[in-house]
């Protein structure tokens, strides 16, 4: 017998039994569509990512404290309070290649208006915020120089923000009186909507005067983050040692003794940012990849039941002259068929759903055509693997034993 001659004889015996060979291919139809709509969508989260850190600036540099140390156990980055209003002031001063800084601290708050309320991130800041974010107002102003000279209870609501409390008409909101954590504040503007950058969302906070946060919303003085914008993209490094210099000397810190602050550039956070993105899209990606080999057994087992339902025919095919290599043929091919199938539906359905996905997050899915060719050739490498086992057991029948088989 022939190749093509197997290839014949297997697809009619697949066809022979459709149902059964719908289900056998489940498995793999799964796995295939999930390794492709897992990578897909990783790969999209990463892109979206990537574009709203470049959209912040590429001569934007960002401090933060450092890490709290108590009993041996050393905190995340953030945790200490070693930046104050102070540092601003230095920080400002430091060099040339500092061009403009924003402080900024917060907290979540309860917001209400009337008998409506949502909970959102409270950020308190400078006027200069605006500039160094690139952010813009969609009505009324921004925070102003005499807003927070005078600890002035005014806000700027986040596009979300507003719509929750004042719903289309968010011009109507500028001039309203609003509760943070039961403390009256006047809305001033409305910021024009961001999305997300990283793991926050813009248009779900508020900004108020960093001055009126610390009294009367934080209760402290310290300083969460500083956004420092640099002359140019060329001065970044010389900008980024002039704030080292700056805060080592306004924090006493002697030499050999470590920062307690971290300074971050555009290119830090996308690096670190692009890490942890592709280390999730690779978690996902392999727990995926499991439900092919889980669909790969499946194939196997079933193939074990037809070798046995087809015993007989086994043995009079092997009766009138057919060869070991036939039969071994016939049931590799049947496995592959199996397998290639599934694996081309899975693409269909692995792409189909993670658009749909991606529309729903509003990210642009990234589907390569390596991750294609990977859950492909994966998928039929499973149906030869699988496909062994069925296979040389019915190869291997003696014909006599076969032809008795009940």
Do not use: C
């Amino acid at each position: 017998m022939n190749f093509l001659e197997s290839i014949r004889v297997s697809l009619r015996a697949l066809r022979a039994n459709k149902l059964r060979s719908i289900l056998t291919m489940l498995g793999i139809i799964i796995g295939v569509a999930a390794v492709i709509a897992m990578v897909g969508i990783g790969k999209g989260t990463t892109n979206s990512i990537t574009s709203q850190i470049k959209g912040l600036g590429s001569n934007l540099l960002i401090v933060t404290p450092g890490q709290t140390n108590s009993g041996g156990v050393t905190g995340a980055l953030g945790t200490s309070n070693t930046l104050d209003m102070e540092d601003i002031t230095k920080v400002q001063a430091a060099g040339p290649a500092v061009k403009m800084v924003a402080p900024a601290s917060g907290k979540a708050v309860q917001v209400v208006f009337g008998a409506k309320n949502t909970s959102t991130s409270m950020t308190g800041t400078t006027d200069k915020y605006a500039q160094i974010r690139n952010t813009s107002m969609k009505v009324g102003r921004f925070l102003s120089a005499r807003d927070i000279d005078s600890n002035a209870r005014v806000v700027v609501l986040g596009s979300t923000v507003a719509q929750s409390l004042f719903g289309a008409d968010q011009v109507s909101a500028v001039g309203k009186t609003i509760k943070l954590d039961n403390v009256l504040f006047q809305v001033i503007g409305v910021l024009a909507s961001q999305g997300s950058s990283g793991s926050s969302n813009n248009d779900d906070m508020v900004l108020v005067p960093i001055t009126t946060a610390q009294t009367r919303l934080i209760g402290n003085k310290y300083v969460k983050q500083i956004f420092i914008e640099a002359v140019s993209a060329d001065l970044m490094q010389t900008a980024e040692n002039e704030v080292s210099v700056a805060l080592r000397r306004a924090h006493r810190l002697q030499t050999g003794q470590p920062d307690d602050f971290t300074i971050m550039s555009q290119a830090d956070i996308l690096a670190t940012m692009k890490g942890v993105t592709q280390t999730m899209t690779m978690l996902l990606g392999g727990i995926a990849a499991i439900s092919l080999l889980v669909g790969g057994i499946g194939i196997m087992n079933i193939m074990l039941v037809s070798v046995t339902e087809r015993t007989r025919e086994i043995g009079i095919r092997k009766a009138i002259g057919a060869k070991e290599r036939d039969i071994l043929l016939q049931f590799l091919i049947e496995a592959i068929v199996l397998s290639l199938v599934g694996g081309i539906v899975g693409m269909f359905l692995g792409w189909g759903g993670s658009n749909l996905v991606g529309k729903a997050m509003k990210i642009s899915v990234g589907i390569s055509p390596t991750s294609i060719f990977i859950a492909f050739g994966f998928s039929a490498m499973i149906g030869i693997m699988f496909g062994v086992i069925p296979a040389r057991t019915a190869a291997g029948m003696n014909p006599i034993e076969a032809l008795r088989y009940e």
